[in-house]
């Protein structure tokens, strides 16, 4: 995640503007953007532990949702 970091099962997105991602395992997500005083989570059961691809989509997505609606 370029620019991002990681601590404690957290993932700083975007430090700069308070983005921080939890991941869980087969496709878990709890989006915050701190900025945008949003939270949204994403319950999911996918076939594999991890797909880096997916989960890239899903940041992408979780980011154009929280533009859309601030």
């Known amino acids: 995640m370029p620019g991002g970091a990681y601590h404690n099962q957290w993932w700083v997105r ?5 983005i ?3 991941l869980g395992i087969h496709g878990q997500i709890l989006y915050v953007d701190c900025k945008r005083e949003l939270v949204a989570a994403k319950f999911s059961s996918q ?5 880096i691809a997916m989960a890239l989509d899903q ?5 154009a949702i929280a ?3 601030n």
């Open 20 to 22: 921080t991602m939890a």
């Open 14 to 18: 975007n430090p700069d503007n308070g």
């Open 59 to 63: 940041m992408l997505a979780f980011e």
């Open 67 to 69: 533009k859309a609606v």
């Open 47 to 51: 076939p594999e532990q991890d797909n």
